[in-house]
């Protein structure tokens, strides 16, 4: 396929007989026998599988503490691994460093699970993911490598987070005590923002840049997710009913954290790329602040849904991430029609109006594929 390709660059022109034949020799070296590995992929799917099912099918025959004890055992010798042959495994493959330590994440958080079901216990889901956070969240932090590690890790806390949020609040409506404290609840769902100023510090500090720079993208997207889902909720009047989760002193102390954790991440990441990340998680802040305000009001909510888009898109402008800008205007082009339809609702049960909604729809994706092909940027720098 490569070299088709290179093929069709010379007889275009584009390269020289001596460039094709380098190129040609480079790929021929550097070729991955693509079919032998997917052959071996399978294999050693089949043979997992297999061990998966033989132990399935035999699980209730082991004593639990047996099987806690093989489990414990798994993550032991995984840490172990990591413990002593870290740098040696990392000088063979990050990626492989990389998979262990997910795999030993992932062993221990199912360990909790395991307990459970062996001394049949239950507790608030938040407790064994806080639990798991504690314990190997230094792991992560340590020996993580790239997006799985910087994932879990960050996804973890904010499931975690939330479910605390939930489970909590829950509580004490049940007991028809005292109002909840959704105050310090919306500080603990915000908290995961600040791994995005950790990241960009250490981004520049650290022998693994790349896990860093993972962990400042994980907790900007939670960031831009959280703010957009609210503004969606927002436009649906979701934020009536009372003192709640989603009332206004919980959105201010949301906003907060975000303004907080954008100026830090510009300042501990100085340069264009971290500029505009910092301020891309405190303009998600600033309409945090306001997405109470638009309670019910559709049009006003979708304003501030697109103006936070709008403002992701004039970041990656400035700070050259095509991937990012393109993205930043379909989001845009998706909402408008989303917007279109919630309010042209009555004209959709006709079919003059149906017409009308696929003639915008269509000049809405039109305008959107344009604007990406004109404006985008020519080049993409990390963010």
Known sequence: MVTGRIARWHEAGLIDAETRDRLLAHEAEHARPVALWAVFGIGALAI???IVSLVAANWEAVPGRVRLALHLALVAGALGAIWLREQRIAAASP???????????????????????????SAPLWQPLATWLVLFGPLMLLSGRGWPVAAALVGGAIYAAWEYNFALGELVRRQGGEEAPWTTLALVTALPLLFAPLGAFLRARSSRPAFWRRLEQCALAYGVAGTS???ALAGVGAFEGGPGPLDLANQLVRAAVGLVAGALVAVLR?????????????????????????????????????ALWVGIAAAALVAGWRGVF??????????????????????????????????LVLSIAWAAWRVSRSFAPRREEAA
């Open 270 to 306: 100085p340069g264009v790329s971290g500029r505009m990340a910092g301020a891309i998680i405190a303009l998600a802040g600033l309409i945090v602040a306001g997405v109470s305000g638009a309670n019910g009001i559709a049009v006003l909510a979708a304003a501030l849904f697109m």
């Open 229 to 231: 889902i609210l503004a």
């Open 326 to 359: 393109q993205l930043a205007v379909a989001v845009i082009a998706l909402r408008l029609i989303a917007l279109s339809f919630e309010l042209a609702s009555d004209l959709l049960l006709s079919g003059f109006g149906l017409i009308l909604a696929g003639v």
């Open 95 to 121: 990626w492989a460093v990389e998979a262990l330590v997910f795999v030993t994440a992932a062993l221990g958080l199912t360990f909790f699970g395991h307990l459970g079901q062996v001394y049949q216990t």
């Open 48 to 50: 997992g599988l297999g």
